[in-house]
T-cell receptor
Framework: DTAVSQTPKYLVTQMGNDKSIKCEQN?????MYWYKQDSKKFLKIMFS???????INETVPNRFSPKSPDKAHLNLHINSLELGDSAVYFC??????????????FGQGTRLTVV | AQSVAQPEDQVNVAEGNPLTVKCTYSVSGNPYLFWYVQYPNRGLQFLLKYITGDNLVKGSYGFEAEFNKSQTSFHLKKPSALVSDSALYFCAVRDMDTGGFKTIFGAGTRLFVKA
């Protein structure tokens, strides 16, 4: 069983469209994240959720709206896509985040290409 | 603010030779340090972490890392490199200023192991 799964794996869309990426984890973790990896492989956190509550919003444009219907799911909806949104988006999860000592488990990534 | 630096974009090593991938950190308080590896078109995989205790930490696939508080370093090492170790390696620190809900990644170091 895949621990953290994201769908779709690839997403090609036109500027101005709205798209969603789904993420599910079956590890029983209480904290989930979205990360963005740009073309130079820099990895930056976008959002962090703990028990379905938004904890970190790392100055992400309002066009990005995460939603966590339950602890096992964290979806990402993007409105009015722009060329600069092209990147690989990773979902991740971890347990007991507040203590700081737990590692994250990452999904395979969603490669978003905006044309 | 917490940060990590990986001073080398790329490390080249011959198979069978020891390898070192460098990481330095800057934190306020106790550091929670991690190493992750990313293979092409894959998500990040956890290798090892330093939370407290022994300065030499052992992890997956024969990797280890040495925590050096005086030099604020956390270098990744392996006694004998394999071609299959070729990948992108990220050092990371847990940002405890935000309650541990954010992990800050270095820029990554690409490791090439030549047969």
């Amino acid at each position: 069983d895949t621990a953290v799964s994201q769908t779709p794996k690839y997403l090609v869309t036109q500027m101005g469209n709205d798209k969603s990426i789904k993420c599910e984890q079956n590890l029983g973790h209480d904290t989930m994240y979205w990360y963005k990896q740009d073309s130079k492989k820099f990895l930056k956190i976008m959002f962090s959720y703990n028990n379905k509550e938004l904890i970190i919003n790392e100055t992400v444009p309002n066009r990005f709206s995460p939603k966590s219907p339950d602890k096992a799911h964290l979806n990402l909806h993007i409105n009015s896509l722009e060329l600069g949104d092209s990147a690989v988006y990773f979902c991740a999860s971890s347990l007991g985040q507040g203590s700081g000592n737990t590692e994250a488990f990452f999904g395979q990534g969603t490669r978003l290409t905006v044309v | 603010a917490q940060s990590v630096a990986q001073p080398e974009d790329q490390v080249n090593v011959a198979e069978g030779n020891p390898l070192t991938v460098k990481c330095t950190y800057s934190v306020s308080g106790n550091p929670y340090l991690f190493w992750y590896v990313q293979y092409p078109n894959r998500g990040l995989q956890f290798l090892l972490k330093y939370i407290t205790g022994d300065n030499l930490v052992k992890g997956s696939y024969g990797f280890e890392a040495e925590f050096n508080k005086s030099q604020t370093s956390f270098h990744l090492k392996k006694p004998s490199a394999l071609v299959s170790d070729s990948a992108l390696y990220f050092c990371a620190v847990r940002d405890m200023d935000t309650g541990g809900f954010k992990t800050i990644f270095g820029a990554g170091t690409r490791l090439f192991v030549k047969a």
